[in-house]
């Protein structure tokens, strides 16, 4: 979901945490068209490509045919509707961690920087930057002219509060670990506002062109506290109207917003339906214009369709930086055991999953990082399903009969057929896994606070690799995107070295050692990359 997402429909983001290319996990919700990208959100605003979420950035070529269709379908000042896979569960971007979120209120927040389809930094609400010598201080000259929703100036001040409000640590920030490294806001003037670093931080411009770079207005949020998720308020090209949970969220044309005669609608309008088949249907018969997270099980019966003459929609396929597994909580039995989670990950069958369950429509994984990008390694392997080396470790943890579990899934068609693989495959060893569907709000809450024991849960990626490891490993993390609650002082060091090379190849080879010692400890089983289709 930006941040994760779990398989509800199976295209998570991230709990993206945490959707779609981020956001963070994902409950295999997958972002649909407005997550963010530049291309995507250009549909709507009716500009070109320098707006995309970073993470989608790759996809968005061929993306925005499909998506220019559906809003000029409506017109200038029309209505877009859109069906989303499940029901967002907080709007602050400071504070969420479902890629679903952010499919909505990328609209409503500008980030201080963007990506271009090459994935590289473009200016949004911060117009220039510059970097010292020494690393240890960004400053940024600010767009002029900006208003927020409620009319007050966007300026250096309003950068400073909200990346003092996402470090404060008596406010429940899902950006904390991303902005942890700024030690000081300095207005210079007000539109010049410099950042000063406890140590270089390569990581820093790309974060700022995501979730930690969305600015909210300051006096909205001083005066709702945490209930600014209830009615956020930011400087985009659209403005909040109402949220009726589990039923719509509208938003409006801002007529004040910065990039004159943008956006082209007037109102966009997002629909939950967790139910996959519900939300093919909703688009088939025209009540909506474009959905996320198309099931795969049935990709091929809808390609089929959308290739006849006449059809109502089109199947739009294209590359994902997102992964999809098991997310095991090592603070608490079973997984506590390193041998116990050694035991169900040698019961699992990757490939059986990517290419018999899911029909092709996903590619094996057992990292982080997927192929085309920056941190990928090619000498990864996919471990083979080894029910002997299961029951071997069964044996070495003293539970040679096996042991009992529960796996937390979110409703959707996807979502079921994984759990129910990987129960079958545990079966095997004497693992019981007991599959326990909630809803996905419920499921973040859970994670978050370490109730679980075993979760499906996935991650939309990020341009840079920093974050799409770091906060899930380290000890920053816990309470937002570490739903494992692991930590490895081994891990931590190695990670807070790769922040400050500005080198990949020397970042990847520090990757590279933390994804050996994942792979002994086990705090995720990585299971698949996926494929990502769209339906408009």
């Given at each position: 979901m930006g941040r994760r997402w779990s398989s509800a429909s199976m295209t998570s983001p991230r709990k993206r945490r945490r959707c779609w290319i981020g956001s963070r996990k994902r409950s295999n919700q997958r972002c649909i068209p407005f997550d963010g990208s530049p291309k995507i959100r250009a549909v709507v605003n009716g500009r070109g490509g320098a707006m995309r979420r970073a993470g989608a950035l790759l996809l968005a070529g061929i993306m925005v045919g499909g998506l220019m269709a559906a809003a000029s379908a409506q017109g200038k000042g029309g209505t877009l509707r859109a069906g989303l896979d499940a029901d967002p569960p907080n709007m602050d971007p400071h504070r969420s961690t479902a890629a679903v979120d952010r499919q909505v209120y990328q609209n409503?927040?500008?980030?201080?920087m963007d990506t271009d389809e090459n994935l590289q930094?473009?200016?949004?609400?911060?117009?220039?930057?510059?970097?010292?010598?020494?690393?240890?201080?960004?400053?940024?000259?600010?767009?002029?002219?900006v208003k927020f929703h409620d009319g007050t100036p966007f300026n250096a001040e309003a950068v400073k509060y909200n990346v003092e409000r996402m470090k404060d640590p008596n406010f429940p920030s899902a950006r904390r670990s991303e902005v942890l490294p700024v030690q000081k806001v300095t207005v210079v003037d007000p539109y010049t506002v410099a950042l000063s670093l406890e140590r270089p931080?390569?990581?820093?411009?790309?974060?700022?062109t995501d979730r930690a770079g969305m600015i909210v207005a300051p006096a909205e949020a001083k005066k709702a506290g945490t209930d600014f998720a209830l009615h956020p308020v930011g400087s985009g090209p659209f403005r909040f109207?109402?949220?009726?949970?589990?039923?719509?969220?509208?938003?409006?044309?801002?007529?004040d917003y910065w990039i004159k005669g943008q956006p082209i609608l007037e109102r966009i309008v997002y629909r939950p339906f967790p139910d996959d088949n519900a939300r093919v249907a909703n688009l088939k018969s025209g009540d909506v214009d474009i959905i996320n997270r198309t099931p795969l099980p049935q990709i091929r019966q809808l390609a089929q369709e959308a290739s006849q003459p006449g059809a109502r929609f089109k199947l739009l396929e294209h590359g994902a930086f997102s992964w999809q597994g098991i997310w095991l909580?090592?603070?608490?039995p079973p997984f506590d055991n390193k041998l116990l989670r050694q035991a169900f990950n040698a019961t699992i069958d990757r490939n059986v999953i990517a290419n018999v369950v899911l029909q092709g429509a996903a590619y094996p994984s057992y990292a982080f990082f997927p192929n085309g990008t920056p941190a990928y390694d090619p000498t990864w392997k996919i471990p083979p399903r080894n029910i002997p080396l299961a029951k071997e470790k069964l044996q070495a943890a003293g539970s040679p009969s096996g042991?009992?579990?529960t796996l937390l899934i979110v409703p959707g068609q996807v979502n079921q057929a994984i759990g129910q693989a990987v129960q079958a495959m545990a079966a095997d060893a004497g693992i019981q896994v007991k599959l326990q569907i909630v809803e996905f709000g419920t499921m973040l809450h859970e994670t978050d606070t370490l109730q679980h024991q075993a979760a499906f849960l996935g991650w939309s990626g990020r341009p840079d690799p920093d974050f799409d490891i770091y906060p899930f490993v380290t000890q920053s993390g816990i309470g937002s995107f570490n739903d494992?609650?692991?930590?490895?002082?081994?891990?931590?060091?190695?990670?807070?070295?790769?922040?400050?090379?500005?080198d990949m190849d020397q970042r990847r080879r520090a990757y590279r050692q933390v994804t050996q010692i994942l792979a002994d400890?086990?705090?995720y089983l990585w299971l698949y990359f996926e494929k990502e289709y769209k339906l408009v």
């Open positions: 409503l927040f500008d980030k201080l930094i473009i200016p949004m609400l911060a117009v220039s930057w510059t970097t010292s010598p020494d690393g240890r201080t960004v400053t940024l000259k600010l767009r002029q002219g931080y390569s990581p820093l411009l790309y974060v700022l109207v109402e949220k009726i949970p589990q039923d719509h969220i509208t938003l409006e044309r801002n007529p909580n090592v603070t608490k042991f009992s579990c494992a609650g692991y930590t490895n002082p081994q891990v931590q060091t190695l990670l807070d070295a790769a922040r400050l090379l500005n400890d086990l705090p």
